[in-house]
């Protein structure tokens, strides 16, 4: 069993930036693929990123890149999601998903907000 837990989240203007961060329990934090999906309010769960155990990256669309940045620090049992130039239609609930062999592990989600 992995324990997900997600923080950061917050209200911001459009045009800010926020860092989430994601914490998760496990011995071998290094090798698991670790990524963000996020959900906005009547939409369906939508793919951000994910980052790899060799650090390789792919996000869920190209309009991400450049605003969003993962990164990891398996010291820490962290992986981070940069943003910034936040709009309103970054709004959703962001979910840290944990991926090992054992199975795929989520948090409770944080709410990111983005005021215009």
């Known amino acids: 069993q992995v324990h997900v837990v997600e923080s950061g989240g917050g209200l911001v203007q459009a045009g800010g930036s926020l860092r989430l961060s994601c914490a998760a329990s496990?011995?071998?934090?290094?090798?698991?693929?670790l990524g963000w999906f996020r959900q906005a309010p009547g939409k369906e769960r939508e793919f951000v990123v994910v980052?790899?155990?060799?650090?390789?990256?792919?996000y869920g669309a190209d309009s991400l890149k450049g605003r969003f940045t993962i990164s990891r620090d398996n010291a820490k049992n962290t992986v981070y999601l940069q943003m910034i130039s936040l709009k309103p239609e970054d709004t959703a609930v962001y979910y840290c998903?944990?991926?090992?062999?054992?199975?795929?592990?989520w948090g409770q989600g944080t709410q990111v907000t983005v005021s215009s």
């Open positions: 998903y944990v991926a090992t062999t054992a199975g795929t592990y």
């Open positions: 980052i790899r155990q060799g650090g390789s990256v792919t």
């Open positions: 496990g011995r071998t934090f290094g090798s698991y693929a």
